[in-house]
């Protein structure tokens, strides 16, 4: 999956209504900060939340420690008769 096709979001799985993001929290730690956001359907209300944890280096080196928010977004984009569905 491209870049471009994650961050596409397809319509809801279960109703076929409009997917929306939004962040949901952020949180600054000693040695990074967290992005929490929410994927969901603007029509039936499910919806899935995930946190992506970025560390930082004494040299303001930024990492990605849990890459959870594009994960969300990879399993909403995802349906039962795709190829590969890890």
């Not at 999956?1 to 962040?23: H, I, N, Q, R, W």
């Not at 990492?63 to 190829?83: C, F």
């Amino acid at each position: 999956m491209t870049e471009s096709e994650a961050m596409e979001l397809k319509p809801c799985p279960f109703c076929g209504g409009k997917a929306y993001t939004k962040v949901v929290s952020r949180d600054y730690m000693q040695t990074g900060y967290s992005i929490g956001a929410e994927v969901g359907c603007e029509k039936c209300g499910f919806h899935m939340r995930g946190e992506t944890v970025f560390a930082v280096d004494e040299f303001m080196n930024v990492k990605i420690v849990s890459g959870g928010v594009q994960h969300m977004i990879e399993r909403w984009n995802r349906r039962a008769n795709d190829e590969n569905t890890n």
